[in-house]
């Protein structure tokens, strides 16, 4: 759908049912099911303009934390989001809202989430471009390589996590992650980089099956550090492990000397990608901010916010990249919100909502790092002196009574989800910073949504999840229709 004069490339047929035609043909069960779309397949072949598909998520990214990363930058660094600067550009972008729904649940999950972009149909919550029939669909890394081109996931969290997965393979449950580890090693995408090499080290997977060496033999390039990264030869295919489970969060990243050194941060691993992934037939990328999600979940204002920069720095990576051509569709957005976090108003004529917001740029270490080293057995005053280490706040003694309760698993709260420790150290450290949370879990948010290049004329300004799916395969003018998942 990429020729600019779209009336006539649509031939008659209204835009939804074009777009959906793709979406049906991505259903891996045989093209008997297919009869009616092989007329508009064949010129999808024609039509692709997007000779790349850059797909960068943030995930769990509510509207407060798009909001809350931008003013830090301001604040902190002088500068505008990169994200938020594009609106302010003179590029062509399309920018919208969309509806992440999964078949079962207004309230998505990052597996069906990014299943829905992965194949273009929704599907229950856990599961993996498969149907609740089992119906497995075909996933858009191997549609792209099918056409000759080359793939690739960069993620902050386990590469085998629900994200990267949701474009990569087909499986009844996201936490199977040693088998997905296992369907990578079959499908041979050309480039992954992230965490998560526990599902890939013999002595931590299941089978005992040493996956790193079976890489190896099929000439993939293994980097465990930053620096074997940067050395890696973009002539053969990688795989980044740069953790053991989730790289850590940026807050902790920056503290921590060693992290610095060994592992790269989401900027550093997608400017490898497009340098490694760019070839003369084109490829597909998709980059993920993954623990800004992490953050949410755990009411963590620093963990969650520094790594939304932290994925605005790779904005910028893929802004400069399609700056300089016409030919690659760069998609930027998050697959549900979390947590529904919010800088407050706090003083008198909200005085001290700026400043409170400050205090984060003195945090140190992540509420995550915090509570790893506190349990049942914390006094008060132990309690006070961690969050003191961590954020540089002394928290007040019956601040810290309170938290140790619900470390105990004796606090009760009106609303029940509010109990848990992360979210007590949240609303604990909201009197200080004035940032807090709704719950400890996804909403059901309409996402923030901008999009750069071939096909954007087609998207309307409030889009289904699914017609992504759709806007990736006719843009690019890959062939969705072929072969089984
Ligand atoms: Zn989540």
């Known amino acids: 759908?990429?020729?600019?004069?779209?009336?006539?490339?649509?031939?008659?047929?209204?835009?939804?049912?074009?777009?959906?035609?793709?979406?049906?043909?991505?259903?891996?069960?045989?093209?008997?099911?297919?009869?009616?779309?092989?007329?508009?397949?064949?010129?999808?072949q024609d039509r692709g303009e997007a000779k790349n598909v850059i797909f960068m998520v943030s995930d769990g990214m509510s509207a407060g934390t798009f909001n809350m990363g931008d003013l830090i930058k301001r604040r902190q660094f002088?500068?505008?989001?990169?994200?938020?600067?594009?609106?302010?550009?003179?590029?062509?972008?399309?920018?919208?809202?969309?509806?992440?729904?999964?078949?079962?649940?207004?309230?998505?999950?990052?597996?069906?989430?990014?299943?829905?972009?992965?194949?273009?149909?929704?599907?229950?919550?856990?599961?993996?471009?498969?149907?609740?029939?089992?119906?497995?669909?075909?996933?858009?890394?191997?549609?792209?390589?099918d056409a000759g081109k080359k793939t690739g996931l960069v993620t902050t969290t386990r590469i085998t996590h629900a994200t990267p997965a949701g474009f990569s393979v087909s499986i009844d449950s996201r936490g199977k992650e040693d088998q997905i580890a296992k369907k990578y090693l079959q499908r041979e995408y050309d480039l992954m980089l992230g965490g998560g090499a526990r599902h890939f080290k013999a002595d931590s997977r299941d089978d005992g099956q040493d996956l790193i060496s079976k890489f190896s033999d099929k000439n993939y390039t293994i980097?465990?550090?930053?620096?074997?990264?940067?050395?890696?030869?973009?002539d053969s295919r990688l795989l980044g492990l740069f953790y053991d489970s989730h790289?850590?969060?940026?807050?902790?990243?920056?503290?921590?000397?060693?992290?610095?050194?060994?592992?790269?941060?989401?900027?550093?691993?997608?400017?490898?990608?497009?340098?490694?992934?760019?070839?003369?037939?084109?490829?597909?990328?998709?980059?993920?901010?993954?623990?800004v999600d992490h953050g949410a979940h755990t009411n963590d204002a620093a963990g969650m916010l520094y790594d939304q920069v932290a994925?605005?720095?790779?904005?910028?990576?893929?802004?400069?990249?399609?700056?300089?051509?016409?030919?690659?569709?760069?998609?930027?957005?998050?697959?549900?919100g979390n947590a529904n976090p919010a800088l407050n108003a706090a003083g008198d004529g909200y005085n001290d909502s700026g400043p409170f917001f400050d205090r984060l740029q003195d945090f140190r270490h992540s509420n995550n790092w915090i509570l790893s080293e506190l349990d049942e057995n914390s006094s008060v005053a132990d309690i006070r002196e961690r969050v003191e280490y961590a954020t540089q706040l002394g928290i007040e003694k019956e601040e810290?009574?309170?938290?140790?309760?619900?470390?105990?698993?004796?606090?009760?709260?009106?609303?029940?989800i509010k109990n848990y420790p992360s979210?007590?150290?949240?609303?604990?450290?909201?009197?200080?910073?004035?940032?807090?949370?709704?719950?400890?879990?996804?909403?059901?948010?309409?996402?923030?949504?901008?999009?750069?290049?071939?096909?954007?004329?087609?998207?309307?300004?409030?889009?289904?999840?699914?017609?992504?799916?759709?806007?990736?395969?006719?843009?690019?003018?890959?062939?969705?229709?072929?072969?089984?998942?």
């Open 1 to 44: 759908m990429s020729n600019s004069d779209n009336s006539s490339s649509r031939n008659g047929i209204s835009r939804r049912q074009f777009l959906k035609s793709s979406a049906l043909s991505s259903l891996g069960l045989g093209t008997f099911m297919l009869g009616g779309c092989d007329t508009n397949s064949q010129s999808f």
């Open 78 to 145: 002088g500068n505008l989001s990169h994200w938020v600067d594009l609106y302010n550009s003179d590029r062509k972008f399309h920018r919208g809202i969309m509806d992440m729904a999964s078949l079962n649940s207004p309230v998505t999950g990052s597996a069906a989430a990014a299943s829905s972009w992965g194949c273009g149909h929704r599907i229950n919550n856990q599961a993996v471009n498969t149907g609740p029939n089992g119906e497995e669909y075909k996933p858009i890394n191997q549609i792209f390589k």
């Open 223 to 234: 980097a465990r550090t930053k620096q074997e990264l940067s050395e890696a030869s973009v």
């Open 247 to 291: 790289l850590p969060y940026t807050i902790d990243h920056q503290t921590i000397d060693e992290h610095q050194k060994n592992i790269p941060n989401l900027a550093e691993m997608t400017d490898k990608a497009l340098q490694h992934l760019e070839n003369q037939n084109g490829f597909i990328l998709q980059v993920e901010g993954g623990r």
């Open 311 to 336: 994925f605005d720095d790779a904005v910028k990576v893929a802004l400069d990249f399609v700056d300089q051509r016409d030919d690659t569709l760069l998609i930027i957005t998050t697959d549900h």
């Open 400 to 416: 810290a009574q309170t938290l140790r309760k619900a470390l105990n698993g004796n606090l009760e709260t009106i609303y029940d």
């Open 423 to 485: 979210s007590v150290l949240g609303s604990i450290l909201a009197n200080y910073t004035s940032v807090s949370f709704t719950s400890g879990g996804h909403t059901s948010d309409y996402v923030e949504l901008a999009a750069l290049g071939p096909g954007i004329e087609n998207l309307d300004h409030f889009t289904r999840n699914t017609e992504l799916f759709d806007l990736m395969v006719n843009a690019a003018g890959v062939n969705a229709n072929m072969a089984i998942a």
